[in-house]
């Protein structure tokens, strides 16, 4: 009701200004064509008075004064018009900016109301989670097998309890302005290690990688930076690669750049989306009818990451389906 509200208001001002912006430059104008008139007018009478007093003005003279009263008044006319024109070319032009700054508040608003939404069920969910497998293996005698399965789905469990609270802190931190040290690092070795970490976070057979690393590949970056980057696209990838989970990851070097490549095969982003993904708490849907778990802020933090390594990050679809994230990094 409050947002009908402002709305409402704001579009009813929008109306008032233009409409008293086109009267008054009506009003200017149509005084300003009595005026003239009034000034041919008291011309003419000139003239009569001058002849019935006997005297024989010139009509060039008078024909010169006339066309001057003309002139005049078409300068002024064009005068006003353009007034108004520029007038009302910047009043759309704040109209413009300050209605999509409305609209970027509203969806800025929905988008926190969804990250509120969602961050409450992701951190109660793991602990949920984590509380029944405890309670689960302190309340019964199970087989060695069947108790290294529900430690292997806690430790799932508190890894991506973990992942939420870095993603919520690294977000402060960077809308902070909190700056990361840089260092010549090899990605590469830093690629590996961060795949290995994630494939033990599942049990064997649960989804099916494909890797190519170029080895020796170094950049002057931040390695905690990049572990989140890596973790952030991964997670995503398993999150939308449907039942058949599929992760394939690429790091090679391109001229002065490397080009680090995560795709998937799952249901991939349309191209409206693409425009939306990197902005921070966007998550496609509502949280009301999302299936997927997220807080709106990886992609987010992806893309200021990149950017603060000085490279860029960018989304394509993949073929037969799915996405490609691409990043590209300047090497040493």
Known sequence: ?????????????????????????????????????????????????E????????????????????????????MFI???????????WGIFHLANSFVQSIALKRRQNNFLLSV?????????????????????ELQPDLQRELLLKSNHEVARLSTLIDQVLEAARL??????????????????????????RFAEGEFEMEKKIQSGIFIFGNEMAIRSILSNLLDNAMKYSGEKKFVGISLETMGDHCLLKIFDEGIGISEEEKVKLFQMFYRIGSEETRSTQGTGLGLYLVHRLVKFLGGSVEVRNNSPKGSIFEIRLPKV
């Not at 009003?27 to 008291?42: A, D, G, I, T, Y």
């Not at 353009?82 to 759309?92: H, I, K, S």
């Not at 509380?131 to 309340?139: A, F």
Request: aromatic share 12%; charged share 25%.
């Open 82 to 92: 353009t007034e108004g024109v520029v007038f009302l070319g910047f009043l759309l």
């Open 1 to 49: 009701m409050e947002r009908i509200s402002v709305k409402t208001v704001f579009w009813f001002l929008v109306i008032y200004l233009i409409s008293s912006l086109l009267w008054w430059t009506f009003e200017h104008l149509r005084s300003n064509e009595m005026m003239f008139e009034l000034q041919k007018e008291q011309l003419q009478l000139q003239w009569k008075f």
């Open 120 to 140: 409450t069920h992701e951190f109660k969910t793991p602990l949920a989670g984590i509380k029944l497998l405890n309670q689960t293996l302190l309340k019964r």
């Open 51 to 78: 002849i019935e007093n006997g005297n024989h003005p010139s009509p060039l003279l008078w024909k010169e004064k006339e066309v001057e009263i003309e002139e005049r008044r078409i300068r002024r006319t064009i």
């Open 175 to 200: 809308d902070a302005s909190f700056q990361l040290e840089k260092e010549r690092i090899n990605l590469s070795t830093i690629v590996a290690e961060t795949l290995e970490g994630f494939s033990e």
